[in-house]
């Protein structure tokens, strides 16, 4: 705890806070704000998206009855100081931490928590769903509360609740976060149309007259609120250049709020309390707010990782020349050098520009890269469309979040024969982030679509082949997974070319067991076989570079060969690669024992990555065992049949 703790050392849980005078509350703000620096400085997580919701979520746990009241945050990355004041204080130091507290709320580690969230959109469907279930159970006093970022609200699925919300006279308030960015600035209309209502200046004098009006009626005459909202709307509808949008989904607007003024906060959140069915709260506020170098760089201070508490400075890694460079860097220099090859080769990002590092072809070219908002199912169709047309689409989605664009990627693109490129970045576990983002199943669940090529590199030279090759492949769909960070190639920029559709490396042939990779995991594989040759133990490697379609002479040549498969991927062993291996023995009449490394049928929580790697199993060390233990009883069992 830091030395700002005067009021917050006293809060354990909302009944402590609900004990301040709301005069103390801009002091508390101030105190989580420091605290929330302090600790994310030192234990990296997500930053300006916290800090812009101090007040909010100060000013909600003060005035709803949590956790009889449902608070249900969008993305959940904002829910820090949530969790603080929920309970979790004396833990935060473990965010995010192997066996720590999760960076996201979830329902299994606090009652606070209604709802598990990591990717983006969801929070009005959910809480719309528990504001009906209240109906239908009699609770007509329960407030549900969905909290979503200008960015999150341009996920498809958030408009298909508002949808629905609007017409339900469910007892639901949505809170619009509005900072005017998502983790790169936000694009769309809709954010225009935000800007707007944030700006006129008209409308929003006016409404602060009435809403003072409001204030002040609503004491006497419950009647009164009616009467009064119906200026505002007239208000709205006159002095906006639309009409307002939200009021045709028949939400309540209320807005655009200052969300940085606490004390207000809490008497306008208790006035809406009073107010039934769907309504919708428009909040302005600042992402980093409070820490001047989150406010000035917001993209880079989403997630800074180390920085100095005191300067702002974020804590580079150090003698960044001689490290290889990260995977995402890879993709992003190659799409450039091929946007430059051919100029029919454009880029499509789902909002994650920069965590990609599309922003490299960005730079020079603008328009040849297409930000669609947080919106996957688009991403994916849109690229459809482009493709139809004749252009190369990139289409560029962390892996988890490509689970949102399933049928999109099975009916609109490969059912079509489109050439669209997916590169699906952050594959396999990616650490911190844990369960909501890990990559663990594309492999899985592309394997059964057909006409899909499914690969991945095992290093950089590979990514920028693979990409070559895809763009020059016009037949169908072209998947390439990555991990997240770095790659194992100081030298990573080689001279991309052409690769044989479908077929694997050999990396090394050995002598009684092989390994069957695919992707980055064959580095572990590799390393752990240097280990193994010490002990005079020499295992056969393949890269099979390919998931679809299979090499199916090289997994002749390793059943022929060998005694023992095992396969490693980064991935669950549901239906990836070990499964595929399997299905081949089964199909070619082979039977040989195969071990099947990778992710294994469970939900994997966070952690470091090299600390994932080895609760699943398939990290370096983990493979060496795994291998000595089966020479062990392999001369073992010689030993029993010999006496
Ligand atoms: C489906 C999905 N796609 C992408 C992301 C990655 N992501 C995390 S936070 C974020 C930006 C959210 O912006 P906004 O809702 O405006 O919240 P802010 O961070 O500005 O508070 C994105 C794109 C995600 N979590 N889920």
């Not at 005459?221 to 509808?237: A, R, S, W």
Request: glycine share 8%; with cysteine; hydrophobic share 35%.
């Amino acid at each position: 705890m830091s030395k700002f703790d005067r009021l917050l050392s006293k809060i354990d849980y909302p009944k402590d806070l609900k004990a301040l005078s709301e005069e103390q509350l801009p002091e508390l703000c101030e105190e989580l704000r420091n605290f929330i620096i302090e600790s994310v400085s030192n234990n990296p997580g997500h930053l300006g998206a916290n800090l812009g919701v101090v007040e909010l979520t100060v000013a909600l746990h003060y005035v709803f009855n949590t956790p009889y009241d449902k608070i249900v945050w969008d993305v959940g990355h904002q829910a820090y100081c949530h969790k603080i004041l929920t309970g979790r204080k004396d833990k935060f130091d473990t965010n995010r931490k192997y066996k720590g507290i999760s960076g996201y709320p979830k329902m299994s580690e606090s009652e606070y928590d209604s709802f598990g969230v990591g990717h983006s959109s969801t929070s009005i469907s959910a809480a719309l769903g528990m504001a009906i279930s209240a109906k239908y159970k009699g609770m007509h006093d329960r407030n549900h509360i969905a909290i979503i970022g200008d960015g999150s609200m341009t996920g498809g699925i958030a408009f298909e609740a508002m949808n629905h919300a609007g017409d339900s006279n469910a007892n639901i308030l949505v809170i619009l976060n509005d900072n005017g960015i998502a983790i790169d600035p936000n694009t769309g209309a809709l954010k225009d149309y935000l800007l707007d209502i944030t700006t006129s200046e008209k409308y929003n004098k006016l409404k602060d007259n009435v809403w003072n009006l409001l204030e002040s009626l609503s004491k006497y005459e419950p009647n009164t609120i009616k009467i009064v909202q119906n200026i505002q709307n007239i208000v709205k509808g006159t002095l906006l250049k639309q009409s307002n949008y939200f009021e045709s989904l028949k939400f309540r607007y209320f807005g655009p709020v200052d969300g940085h003024d606490v004390q207000r906060l809490v008497k306008l959140l208790d006035d809406m309390k009073k107010i039934n069915g769907p309504k919708l709260l428009h909040l302005i506020t600042v992402k980093g707010k409070g820490f001047e170098k989150a406010e000035q760089d917001q993209t880079k201070f989403h997630a800074p990782g180390y920085f100095n508490k005191d300067t702002g400075d974020i804590i580079e890694k150090k003698e960044t020349s001689n490290i290889p460079p990260k995977y995402q860097d890879v993709f992003g220099n190659t799409l450039l050098e091929l946007t430059k090859l051919d100029n029919r080769v454009v880029g499509i990002t789902p909002a994650m520009g920069t965590s990609c590092s599309m922003h490299i072809v960005a730079n020079e070219f603008k328009d040849r890269i297409f930000d669609v908002g947080i919106a996957e199912q688009h991403a994916v169709t849109f690229s459809a469309g482009l493709a139809a047309d004749g252009l190369i689409p990139v289409c560029n989605i962390y892996s988890s979040f490509a689970q949102r664009a399933y049928d999109q990627i099975l009916h609109d693109v490969a059912l079509q024969s489109l050439p669209v490129i997916f590169c699906l970045d952050r594959s396999g576990l990616v650490g911190e982030d844990g369960a909501t983002h890990h990559g663990s199943f594309d492999l899985a669940f592309m394997r059964s679509i057909p006409n899909l090529i499914i690969s991945a590199p095992m290093n950089e030279h590979e990514l920028r082949n693979l990409m070559y090759s895809a763009v020059n492949y016009r037949e169908g769909p072209f998947s390439i997974r990555y991990p997240r960070g770095q790659g194992v190639l100081v030298d990573w920029h080689n001279e991309a070319e052409q690769i044989v559709l479908g077929k694997g490396r050999v990396i090394n042939e050995g002598n009684d067991i092989v390994f069957l990779t695919i992707g980055h995991v064959g580095n572990f594989v590799v390393q752990a076989i240097k280990e193994l040759n010490q002990c005079s133990i020499f295992p056969a490697h393949y890269d099979m570079r390919f998931l679809k379609p299979i090499d199916s002479d090289l997994l002749h040549s390793a059943f022929e060969k060998y005694n023992v498969i095992v396969t490693v991927e980064d991935g669950t062993i549901v239906g990836g690669l070990g499964t595929e291996v399997t299905e081949f023995m089964v199909s070619n009449l082979y039977n040989k024992p195969i071990i099947k490394l990778g992710i294994p049928d469970q939900f994997i929580e966070h952690g470091k990555p090299e600390e994932l790697y080895k609760e699943c199993g398939y990290d370096k060390d983990s493979i060496v065992k795994l291998v000595l233990n089966y020479k062990k009883n392999q001369q073992e069992q010689r030993h029993h049949y010999a006496k």
